[in-house]
Protein backbone atom coordinates (compact mmCIF):
# COMPACT_ATOMS: atom_id res chain seq x y z
CA UNK A 1 0.00 0.00 0.00
CA UNK A 2 1.58 3.87 -1.12
CA UNK A 3 1.33 6.55 0.95
CA UNK A 4 1.40 10.20 0.58
CA UNK A 5 1.34 12.83 2.75
CA UNK A 6 -1.73 12.46 4.83
CA UNK A 7 -2.61 9.18 6.11
CA UNK A 8 -4.89 8.15 3.24
CA UNK A 9 -3.58 4.03 2.07
CA UNK A 10 -4.05 4.14 -1.69
CA UNK A 11 -4.98 0.41 -2.35
CA UNK A 12 -2.95 -2.17 -3.78
CA UNK A 13 -2.29 -2.59 -7.74
CA UNK A 14 -5.01 -5.11 -8.51
CA UNK A 15 -2.72 -6.53 -11.46
CA UNK A 16 1.56 -6.60 -11.09
CA UNK A 17 1.29 -5.70 -15.20
CA UNK A 18 -1.64 -2.88 -15.80
CA UNK A 19 -4.40 -4.68 -18.44
CA UNK A 20 -3.85 -3.59 -21.90
CA UNK A 21 -7.03 -1.04 -21.46
CA UNK A 22 -7.89 0.28 -18.55
CA UNK A 23 -10.03 3.18 -17.41
CA UNK A 24 -10.27 6.49 -15.12
CA UNK A 25 -13.64 7.47 -14.31
CA UNK A 26 -14.56 10.68 -12.23
CA UNK A 27 -18.47 10.00 -12.19
CA UNK A 28 -20.85 12.88 -12.31
CA UNK A 29 -24.72 13.33 -11.65
CA UNK A 30 -27.27 14.93 -12.84
CA UNK A 31 -27.35 16.43 -16.14
CA UNK A 32 -23.63 16.57 -16.63
CA UNK A 33 -21.69 13.25 -18.12
CA UNK A 34 -19.04 11.85 -16.35
CA UNK A 35 -15.64 11.34 -17.92
CA UNK A 36 -13.16 8.55 -17.87
CA UNK A 37 -9.59 8.56 -19.27
CA UNK A 38 -8.86 5.24 -21.92
CA UNK A 39 -5.26 4.31 -20.88
CA UNK A 40 -3.04 1.82 -22.63
CA UNK A 41 -1.01 0.70 -19.93
CA UNK A 42 0.71 3.24 -18.90
CA UNK A 43 -0.15 5.73 -21.25
CA UNK A 44 -3.06 8.09 -21.03
CA UNK A 45 -5.14 7.50 -24.78
CA UNK A 46 -8.05 9.41 -24.87
CA UNK A 47 -11.06 11.27 -22.81
CA UNK A 48 -14.20 9.44 -22.99
CA UNK A 49 -17.54 11.04 -22.04
CA UNK A 50 -20.04 8.96 -20.69
CA UNK A 51 -23.90 9.43 -20.30
CA UNK A 52 -23.90 7.66 -17.03
CA UNK A 53 -28.06 7.58 -17.12
CA UNK A 54 -27.97 5.49 -20.89
CA UNK A 55 -26.86 1.85 -20.49
CA UNK A 56 -25.36 1.61 -24.02
CA UNK A 57 -23.20 4.48 -23.65
CA UNK A 58 -22.01 2.85 -20.38
CA UNK A 59 -21.65 -1.04 -21.84
CA UNK A 60 -19.84 0.77 -24.80
CA UNK A 61 -17.25 2.47 -23.22
CA UNK A 62 -16.66 -0.22 -20.51
CA UNK A 63 -16.13 -2.53 -22.81
CA UNK A 64 -12.88 -4.23 -23.65
CA UNK A 65 -11.58 -3.01 -20.26
CA UNK A 66 -8.99 -5.14 -18.03
CA UNK A 67 -10.10 -2.56 -15.10
CA UNK A 68 -12.32 -0.03 -14.08
CA UNK A 69 -10.84 2.96 -11.50
CA UNK A 70 -13.69 4.77 -10.06
CA UNK A 71 -13.44 8.24 -7.74
CA UNK A 72 -15.30 7.35 -4.64
CA UNK A 73 -16.28 9.47 -1.39
CA UNK A 74 -15.26 12.41 -1.12
CA UNK A 75 -17.09 16.13 -0.44
CA UNK A 76 -20.04 15.75 -2.32
CA UNK A 77 -22.19 18.76 -1.93
CA UNK A 78 -24.34 20.88 0.65
CA UNK A 79 -27.61 18.28 0.38
CA UNK A 80 -28.29 14.38 0.91
CA UNK A 81 -30.04 14.24 -2.14
CA UNK A 82 -26.74 15.00 -4.62
CA UNK A 83 -24.87 12.76 -2.13
CA UNK A 84 -27.42 9.83 -2.84
CA UNK A 85 -27.30 11.10 -6.83
CA UNK A 86 -23.10 10.41 -6.77
CA UNK A 87 -23.47 7.53 -4.67
CA UNK A 88 -26.07 5.95 -7.54
CA UNK A 89 -23.78 7.16 -10.27
CA UNK A 90 -21.39 5.26 -9.44
CA UNK A 91 -22.75 1.77 -8.16
CA UNK A 92 -24.15 2.05 -11.92
CA UNK A 93 -20.61 2.13 -12.84
CA UNK A 94 -19.57 -0.78 -10.25
CA UNK A 95 -22.46 -2.48 -11.43
CA UNK A 96 -21.82 -2.79 -14.80
CA UNK A 97 -18.65 -3.64 -14.96
CA UNK A 98 -18.98 -6.44 -12.63
CA UNK A 99 -21.80 -7.83 -15.73
CA UNK A 100 -19.04 -7.45 -18.18
CA UNK A 101 -16.35 -9.28 -15.32
CA UNK A 102 -14.49 -6.08 -14.86
CA UNK A 103 -12.72 -5.42 -12.17
CA UNK A 104 -13.27 -2.32 -10.35
CA UNK A 105 -11.59 -0.77 -7.43
CA UNK A 106 -12.58 2.58 -5.86
CA UNK A 107 -10.29 5.37 -4.85
CA UNK A 108 -10.91 8.17 -2.97
CA UNK A 109 -9.95 11.94 -3.38
CA UNK A 110 -7.81 11.69 -0.61
CA UNK A 111 -5.76 8.81 -1.60
CA UNK A 112 -5.21 10.08 -5.35
CA UNK A 113 -4.36 13.42 -4.39
CA UNK A 114 -1.87 11.81 -1.69
CA UNK A 115 -0.30 9.90 -4.28
CA UNK A 116 0.59 13.09 -6.59
CA UNK A 117 1.10 14.91 -3.11
CA UNK A 118 -1.32 17.64 -3.85
CA UNK A 119 -3.64 19.17 -1.49
CA UNK A 120 -6.64 17.90 -0.48
CA UNK A 121 -8.76 20.10 0.93
CA UNK A 122 -10.00 22.47 1.09
CA UNK A 123 -11.94 21.74 -2.34
CA UNK A 124 -10.83 25.23 -3.82
CA UNK A 125 -7.42 24.24 -3.18
CA UNK A 126 -7.45 21.01 -4.34
CA UNK A 127 -8.93 22.38 -7.59
CA UNK A 128 -6.25 24.95 -8.24
CA UNK A 129 -3.65 22.09 -7.56
CA UNK A 130 -4.91 19.73 -10.08
CA UNK A 131 -4.88 22.62 -12.67
CA UNK A 132 -1.56 23.30 -11.80
CA UNK A 133 -0.40 20.08 -12.15
CA UNK A 134 -1.68 19.43 -15.18
CA UNK A 135 -0.56 22.62 -16.86
CA UNK A 136 2.86 21.37 -15.56
CA UNK A 137 2.33 17.73 -17.09
CA UNK A 138 1.10 18.95 -20.32
CA UNK A 139 3.53 21.36 -20.85
CA UNK A 140 4.75 21.13 -24.50
CA UNK A 141 8.49 20.58 -24.76
CA UNK A 142 10.40 17.65 -25.92
CA UNK A 143 9.01 14.67 -24.41
CA UNK A 144 5.62 15.82 -21.91
CA UNK A 145 5.33 13.87 -18.82
CA UNK A 146 1.23 13.22 -20.09
CA UNK A 147 0.46 14.75 -23.00
CA UNK A 148 -3.17 14.40 -22.84
CA UNK A 149 -3.06 16.90 -19.81
CA UNK A 150 -3.22 19.96 -22.32
CA UNK A 151 -6.49 18.85 -23.80
CA UNK A 152 -8.18 18.62 -20.00
CA UNK A 153 -9.83 21.48 -20.55
CA UNK A 154 -12.52 21.02 -17.33
CA UNK A 155 -12.52 20.07 -13.85
CA UNK A 156 -14.02 16.63 -14.36
CA UNK A 157 -11.54 15.73 -16.82
CA UNK A 158 -8.45 16.85 -14.82
CA UNK A 159 -9.82 14.51 -12.05
CA UNK A 160 -9.85 11.51 -14.67
CA UNK A 161 -6.93 11.89 -15.45
CA UNK A 162 -4.87 12.43 -12.41
CA UNK A 163 -6.64 9.41 -10.90
CA UNK A 164 -5.71 7.01 -13.59
CA UNK A 165 -1.71 8.99 -13.01
CA UNK A 166 -2.06 8.48 -9.60
CA UNK A 167 -2.64 4.56 -9.83
CA UNK A 168 0.26 4.67 -12.25
CA UNK A 169 2.81 6.34 -10.15
CA UNK A 170 1.99 3.99 -7.28
CA UNK A 171 1.50 0.88 -8.89
CA UNK A 172 4.78 1.60 -10.63
CA UNK A 173 2.66 0.86 -13.97
CA UNK A 174 5.13 3.92 -16.13
Known amino acids: ?9 FPDAPFFVPPD ?12 DSYAVRWERGKAVSFV ?16 SGLVVVEGGGFVGANAASALALARVRERFACMAWHKG ?4 EVRPDHWRSILKLAAR ?14 LLGRKGKKPA ?8 NDDKRAALLIGWACCQAWNWL
Do not use: E, F, N, Y
Open 49 to 64: SIKHHSRDSMVKTLGG
Open 102 to 105: IPTL
Open 1 to 9: MARGRTKAI
Open 21 to 32: VWLSIDPASGKK
Open 122 to 135: PRSQAVAAQRTLCK
Open 146 to 153: LPLAADAT
